[in-house]
Nanobody, 120 residues
């Protein structure tokens, strides 16, 4: 099994910044991609940003130029630097990893979620 533990959420004023972290642990054989999704109340979960083990990144159009995803393969950790936050960024942010443990094939894993609230 692979466990994902997130940290760094909180309450911030519009225009402010937050940095989310997510560390993967457990019986990790390999991780191909890690990323962040978010889900606001009454909406579907959506991709925010993701990064491959090779360093390729992908962002939602709504966060391009404001958010930056980075990763540390040695630590199995991914970070999301969020700048110029807007009230519409308010959501629960979930860490995701496409990973393989020693007993099974690749599958998606999810963290427990961390709340980000941006006040106007």
């Amino acid at each position: 099994q692979v466990q994902l533990v997130e940290s760094g959420g909180g309450l911030v004023q519009a225009g402010g910044s937050l940095r989310l972290s997510c560390a993967a642990s457990g019986s990790i054989f390999n991780i191909t991609t890690m990323g962040w999704y978010r889900q606001a109340t009454g909406t579907q979960r959506e991709l925010v940003a993701r990064i491959t083990s090779g360093g390729s990144t992908d962002y939602a159009d709504s966060v391009k130029g404001r958010f930056t995803i980075s990763g540390d393969n040695a630590k199995n950790t991914v970070y999301l630097q969020m700048n110029s936050l807007k009230p519409e960024d308010t959501a629960v942010y979930y860490c995701n990893a496409d990973a393989k443990d020693f007993n099974s094939g690749y599958r998606p894993y999810w963290g427990q979620g961390t709340q980000v609230t941006v006040s106007s």
